[in-house]
């Protein structure tokens, strides 16, 4: 066999990154190393300023800087935050293996287990709300445990240029794609692509305003409103001193000629709804821009079964198309590196360990049919797909214990055609 010095040295220089990682240092070329990060830049968020930032991203510069801090800002929404951890808990929850031609390689599927698979996995569907994730990847070669997944800050990443600056506002920085950057980063998502947030920002806005609006509804006729009249400057003195320490509830103080009056602009009394309406808007349009539906959220008042049905569904669709795009990642992009710390990952592929995404009553429902109908199915396989102990040899099954207790014979005065209060077990089938 010819020695290959190119392979050796890769496989060297990959091992040293591995054991480098795992021991806590960093080479020189990281990414991550040559960028200044910036907090934060939080203000006040309305409709204009999210237009503009909208515009700036869409430039030819591609600055991403103010559209990412609304990003930041808008996902201190509780409802729009818990949507997408739903979206992506739906996939980081799914145990998933490395198989080859259907059998599984533990080394590889061992990954799983680890903080910096997960950290991959999370930022990669994130990538579908920015828009686009930049990870540098430092994994440990097989047998080590201790590895690192970092997230390149997206202010500093434009993806259209294919480039990562030191500062925010640069127009030059290191080429992630070119080597040796590529051999330990690894992008997701398109050049152009602003994320689902970018849809839910303006609900978000409006929803904010909504609360601003009620609570000062409720600050100004939430509390009894005191109304004093005076006729002389000393009694006038007297009424403020009295009123303004007797409570935060407002008041005022005016001449006796002077006359005040509420005007309600909504009919009924009902002004304050407005405000709940404008809210529950805003939450089902942000439900809608991130799951594809309301009712799996909410609680519908209106609806019937096969509008739920259809909504479930929608987000099913969703679910399925998460799972594909993780797939997607991980057998395009990510082999490759693991191939490269010395993986045996040639010609095998991940996949999600529940196959099709059945939940496990759908999975076992099919296998009871499938049974039914005379097909062969090992006993190992019931065991181990749905977790249940095997006994020992020697141990006493359920099974077993049933038909000692319940022989065949019918019990003294149990005749055929004679009705009993006592009820017998049902005797379950053998497999």
Not at 93 to 118: A, C, E, Q, W
Not at 197 to 216: H, M, T
């Amino acid at each position: 066999m010819a020695f290959n010095i190119k392979s050796f040295s890769t496989g060297l220089k990959n091992n040293f990154l591995s054991l480098a990682s795992g021991m806590g240092f960093r080479p020189q070329n990281t990414v991550i190393n040559h960028v200044t990060v910036r907090p934060v830049n939080r203000q006040s968020q309305d409709i204009q300023k999210w237009r503009s930032a909208l515009k700036t991203a869409e430039q030819e510069s591609q600055q991403r800087q103010a559209i990412y801090d609304l990003y930041s800002d808008i996902l201190l929404d509780g409802r729009l935050k818990a949507l997408i951890n739903q979206r992506i808990t739906r996939i980081t929850n799914t145990p998933l293996i490395f198989h080859n031609k259907g059998k599984r390689i533990d080394l590889v599927t061992d990954l799983t287990k680890y903080s910096f698979f997960r950290d991959f996995l999370t930022e990669t569907l994130q990538a579908r709300f920015w828009g686009h994730s930049l990870q540098e990847l430092y994994w440990p070669a097989p047998g080590e445990k201790k590895g690192v997944t970092n997230l390149i800050p997206r202010k500093h990443v434009k993806p259209k240029f294919g480039i990562v600056t030191r500062q925010q506002f640069d127009m030059t920085g290191l080429p992630y794609r070119e080597a040796p950057y590529n051999e330990y980063c690894i992008e997701v998502g398109k050049p152009d692509d602003l994320g689902l947030i970018l849809e839910a920002c303006p609900y978000v806005i409006f929803k904010r305003g909504g609360f601003g609006d009620w609570a000062e509804f409720a600050e100004v006729f939430g509390m009894p409103f005191r109304w004093a009249t005076y006729n002389n400057e000393q009694s006038r003195q007297i009424l403020e001193t009295a009123l303004s320490q007797a409570g935060a509830a407002g008041y005022v103080v005016a001449p006796e000629d002077a006359k005040l009056e509420f005007h309600n602009p909504t009919a009924g009394g009902q002004s304050n709804d407005i405000f709940r309406f404008l809210i529950e808007a805003c939450n089902q349009e942000i439900s809608v821009t991130i799951l594809g539906n309301t009712m799996t959220t909410t609680e519908a008042k209106h609806s019937g079964y096969a509008q739920s049905e259809t909504q479930w569904k929608t987000q099913d669709e969703i679910h399925k198309d998460d799972r594909a795009f993780v797939l997607t990642v991980l057998n395009e992009r990510l082999n490759d590196y693991l191939l490269s710390l010395g993986y045996p990952v040639r010609k095998g592929e991940w996949c999600f360990e529940d196959g099709d995404g059945l939940s496990l009553k759908e999975r076992l429902d099919i296998d009871i049919q499938i049974a039914g109908q005379g097909v062969p199915i090992a006993m190992d396989y019931w065991y181990d797909k749905y977790m249940i102990p095997k006994p020992k040899p020697g141990e006493v099954t359920q099974i077993e214990q049933v038909e000692e207790d319940d022989p065949e014979d019918p019990e003294e005065g149990d005749q055929p055609g004679q009705a009993t209060d006592k009820k017998k077990p049902a005797r379950p089938g053998k497999p």
